[in-house]
Nanobody, 115 residues
Framework: QVQLVESGGGLVQAGESLRLSCRTS????????VGWYRQAPGKQRELVAS???????DSADSVKGRFTISRDNAKNTLYLQMSSLKPEDTAVYYC?????????WGQGTQVTVYS
């Protein structure tokens, strides 16, 4: 059974930081490209940042310089370090794992940033 379990969300003031974690099980994590998506109320889900199995990263322009994605293959865990948070970062953040035809999502963790 594949599970992606996010944690680390919360309510923070603008300018503060949070670190999201996504613990995975049931997949060979090392082989998967993984990433973080977010969905704000009334908006489409969007890619925040991604990291390939080989460690190459990419991120949305809106978070460049503020968010850092990383992975720990020994712990089967994906991270998103978020700094200088803004109210517009408020959303549900989802973990995603993909390899060939396999595609998995976590249930999401809420991040709320107030000014």
């Amino acid at each position: 059974q594949v599970q992606l379990v996010e944690s680390g969300g919360g309510l923070v003031q603008a300018g503060e930081s949070l670190r999201l974690s996504c613990r995975t099980s049931g997949i060979t994590f090392t082989f998967y490209a993984v990433g973080w998506y977010r969905q704000a109320p009334g908006k489409q889900r969007e890619l925040v940042a991604s990291i390939t199995a080989g460690g190459r990263t990419d991120s949305a322009d809106s978070v460049k310089g503020r968010f850092t994605i990383s992975r720990d293959n020994a712990k089967n865990t994906l991270y998103l370090q978020m700094s200088s948070l803004k109210p517009e970062d408020t959303a549900v953040y989802y973990c995603h794992a993909r390899r060939l035809q396999s595609d998995y999502w976590g249930q999401g963790t809420q991040v709320t940033v107030y000014s």
